[in-house]
């Protein structure tokens, strides 16, 4: 049973400090339009277009651009010094040291718990590698998951833990995949410690990530000379990245205002947050374009292109199987590589649930991340087993996932069959909604992390609807299985 497709549920907003003042979250200069994003279920008079433009969008792209500016010149600096065909050496010591003063920027002094954290890395990686020990991937995967859940519960405080937690997932997704790697033989000897510690703090993805495997930063050393695509790539990655920035800080919070709803309420507030994903998705696919990275050569042209999520499958999505596959790529090639297929030998349920164990823990515990991630991973199976059912009884093309060559008697094209992947795709949307209600605004619990109150009462708020509407269909699908 082919379903791991949606192996994954990606970050939650683990954003910098910087990102929090941007959107109002943490009372930053911005902090005056967090009252849109703070209503509860009230009307309240929407901006007018002269006060969202000179009072919202343009204070956030200013700060937008300040935020990534540095990081992305420091990013093409790497590429520079690798398209004059400076040693490999050079560019892994050039990564270190821009990548450093990138976390030590932003993070100042918790950039101390990133350097502990990639140094026991490193230990694990050299003692299983003198000791030639076969499962690598394993003992370092246990050994850093166990480090992270004593450092927070007893040493981080809950503010710092919340503020850093994106970056220790991103490093510890680097380290364990390396470690996998070595075991494969898809990097054939341990990596000497420049060039570790280049791709842990590659610019590209050390602060809003995404994960990239190792022989993927090793690419580096072997760029094409950039073109005008290359510009291109990177203005438009630029321009959509701040586009999801105008519409999560300063759109999204605005519309329905006027409207006493709580569905509209719960939709406006889980497409702020969805945008704000976007928003880091482009960024950080942009910082990897600035590298150099994402290339695609041919004898024409060469071509650059880095995707991290895919907003238009998300938004208007076939199913939640489509949604959590493209929300993010590189998350999802992770767990599916370095998860699922490890544990697939002990069943499919089995491998699946370790799936979504590995992305909690990677989150940190936390059960307002816990509680959507199993809800999500409950949703997706029912989804999943359901229309594979109908599928067959109706010989219909309305399956989860798109078929690569489809055989049924009513295809994609069947008018019947639009209108049902239509249906299912707005009870995605509504799954959707109401999943991502809890990732509101609110200042007083963003610093910290939301606790399970917070999580229940936002969906107390909804009658827990969306989970009635799952235990339904799963009732359903039992009486036609």
Known sequence: MDMLDYGDYPDDGDYPDDLYNMMGGMGGDYGDYGDYADYGNQKMEPPTYAELVTECMIPTLQQGAAMLSHLVFFCISINIVAQVGMPSVVVHILSIAVGFTSVAMVFENLILHIIYLSVLGYTLLLITSLLDIKQKGAYVGVGLVCYLIFWEFFIAEPA????????????????????????????????????FYGYVFFPGTVIYGPWMSYSTYCKLTNIPIVNFNWVCSLFLTCVKAMLCLLISTCIATTIFLTYDYRWLHAYRDALSFRFSHYFISYLSSLTCIASGLGFKSNSDSTTWDYPVSKPSLVEIPRSLVEVVTNWNLPMHTWLKTYVFKTTKQFGNFTAILMTYAASSLLHGLNFQLAAVLLSLGLYTYIEYVFRKRLSEIYSACIQAKRCKKCEHKYTSSNVFVILINILFGALAMFHLAYLGVMFDSDPEKEEEGYDMSHTLAKWSELGFASHYVAIATYIFYWLIK
Do not use: N, T, Y
């Not at 919340?162 to 680097?174: N, P, S, T």
């Not at 790697?181 to 990097?187: E, P, S």
């Open 160 to 195: 710092e833990w919340h503020r850093i937690r994106g970056v220790q997932m991103v490093l510890v997704m680097k380290l364990i995949s390396l470690a996998f790697d070595c075991d494969h033989g898809v990097v054939k000897e341990m990596p000497d410690i420049v060039q």
